[in-house]
């Protein structure tokens, strides 16, 4: 039976960029929509931008507790 596969930390490093820029992109997205008044789709874009912003938190403390 084998062990765990440790976690390659330049790939999580890689992620968490694009997820940073990903949500970036998101919130234009939804910045544009909010401007142009269209609230469904710029509601639906910042909940979108929440639950990018919440994963790349988790993704951040991930590659922090893999450096300890």
Not at 3 to 21: C, I, R
Not at 51 to 61: E, I, N, V
């Given at each position: 039976m084998m062990g765990p596969v440790?976690?390659?930390n330049a790939e999580?490093?890689?992620?968490?960029?694009?997820?940073?820029?990903?949500?970036?992109r998101v919130t234009t997205l939804a910045d544009r929509a909010a401007?142009?008044?269209?609230?469904?789709?710029?509601?639906?874009?910042?909940?979108?931008?929440?639950?990018?912003?919440g994963a790349s938190r988790r993704l951040d403390r991930l590659v922090r507790d893999q450096q300890r």
């Amino acid at each position: 039976m084998m062990g765990p596969v440790p976690v390659d930390n330049a790939e999580l490093s890689s992620l968490s960029s694009l997820l940073a820029e990903l949500t970036k992109r998101v919130t234009t997205l939804a910045d544009r929509a909010a401007g142009e008044q269209d609230e469904d789709a710029s509601v639906e874009l910042y909940g979108v931008e929440r639950a990018l912003t919440g994963a790349s938190r988790r993704l951040d403390r991930l590659v922090r507790d893999q450096q300890r």
